[in-house]
């Protein structure tokens, strides 16, 4: 299916409010999705035999910048069976207060394989998954502070426990 075909499929399970933008240019193209809908999105291209979208290959959080004060996510789709790709994204504006995360629906529901990809999101750009069932750090240590790919990170200390952080 085409990217139009796609975005037509969707328009039709779901209403016109349920893309808020669309990115068809470059080399992967994109709809923007209503954030609160990206569970059913995700669940009607995996299960629908049109699509089969069978394969979540990379989610990744997106810091759009201090001056934007908005937080995203891209989701990679992969089709096996029809060997194809669908890009989707959410987003929404947070006041960057690290009391008040930005929180977006797990997907983990849909594809198990989000289980990962969202807490490296949540670890690094601080971006919290509604429903996950197992958000914690990943990489880094439990009690490291702040979120390092956030734009406005800096390190406070210049040593963890005795080691030298860059």
């Given amino acids: 299916m085409s990217f139009e075909d796609i975005k037509a499929l969707l328009i039709n399970k779901f209403g016109e409010d349920v893309i808020v933008g669309e990115e068809p240019g470059g080399l992967q193209p994109a709809l923007l999705i209503a954030h609160e809908r990206i569970v059913e999105v995700c669940l009607e291209l995996r299960d629908n035999p049109k699509t089969y979208f069978d394969f979540l290959s990379c989610l990744s959080g997106v810091d759009y910048g201090v001056d934007e004060k908005r937080f995203g996510v891209v989701y990679h789709l992969a089709s096996i069976p029809y060997q194809t790709q669908f890009t989707l994204k959410i987003s929404k504006e947070n006041n960057r207060d690290l009391g008040e995360l930005p929180s977006f629906p797990s997907i983990t529901s849909v594809y198990h394989a989000a289980d990962w990809h969202e807490r490296e999101a949540f670890?690094?750009?601080?971006?919290?998954?509604?429903?996950?069932?197992?958000?914690?750090?990943?990489?880094?240590?439990?009690?490291?502070?702040?979120?390092?790919?956030?734009?406005?990170?800096?390190?406070?200390?210049?040593?963890?426990?005795?080691?030298?952080?860059?």
């Fill in 123 to 166: 670890e690094m750009e601080g971006i919290f998954f509604e429903g996950h069932p197992d958000l914690r750090r990943l990489l880094l240590p439990d009690d490291w502070d702040g979120y390092p790919l956030r734009k406005d990170y800096t390190t406070v200390d210049k040593y963890y426990k005795g080691i030298k952080i860059d």
